[in-house]
């Protein structure tokens, strides 16, 4: 069954445009048919942006999954000097992740390719708002994918619901990782950090 984590170029296009408001900021996206969330950004992405937007995240971050961009475009704004890059498997969602980021004049480098080991360097943070309808293989194969392009010290951040499977999830990610914190709860939504610290 199709779904938004594959590249559908057949399907009909029906665009859609939206303000988003996030502090005291506001955002104009354009979203389409085949995209996550075409309607608004999501309960989780704005949980996962609401946790990590203030925090150190470094001085690299890639937007995995990024859709049409808003995760890495909201926290651009917010952290102007941070360089951000996203990506994703869909032709249409990078093609509008491009748009937004000229709509909202944000300056990230947008990537399409469906295995983010191919880029050529690695990043302090790494965020993903996992695509849960392409099944754990897929989710797994993207921790695991993660956890290879992070610097040292560096974070990887999701966000997924409980009912999902948050704590498999969780316990997917401790095989990988060091350390692995639930570090926001709302909603039935958890915000999971992993990290590998210097030294281990």
């Known amino acids: 069954m199709a779904h938004y984590f594959t590249d559908n170029k057949d399907l009909k296009s029906d665009r859609h445009e939206f303000t988003y408001y996030f502090g005291n900021e506001l955002f104009c996206f354009t979203t389409d048919n085949g995209v996550f ?23 690299s971050l890639l937007d995995l ?18 360089d951000i890059e ?10 509008l992740a491009v748009l937004n980021n000229q709509i909202n004049s944000t300056d990230i480098k947008v990537h ?21 309808r392409a099944g754990k293989a897929v989710m797994y194969d993207l921790y695991e994918k993660s956890r290879d392009m992070l ?16 704590m498999s999830s969780k316990r997917k ?17 958890f915000v ?4 590998n610290p210097a030294g281990s």
């Open 37 to 59: 969330s075409k309607e608004n950004i999501d309960y989780g992405s704005y949980i996962l942006i609401k946790t990590i937007y203030s925090l150190n995240l470094g001085s």
């Open 65 to 82: 999954g990024c859709g049409y961009g808003p995760i890495g475009i909201i926290l651009k704004r917010f952290n102007p000097s941070l």
């Open 86 to 95: 996203m990506v994703d498997v869909n032709s249409r969602a990078t093609e």
């Open 112 to 132: 399409l390719t469906d295995d983010i080991t191919k880029l050529d360097h690695k990043f302090d943070t790494i965020v993903l708002n996992p695509p849960i």
């Open 151 to 166: 610097n040292h010290d560096g974070h990887f951040y999701i966000v997924i619901k409980k009912s999902h499977g948050a």
């Open 173 to 189: 990610l401790e095989t990988l990782f060091a350390e692995v914190n639930i570090i926001e709860k709302e909603n039935g939504y």
């Open 192 to 195: 999971i950090d992993s990290f």
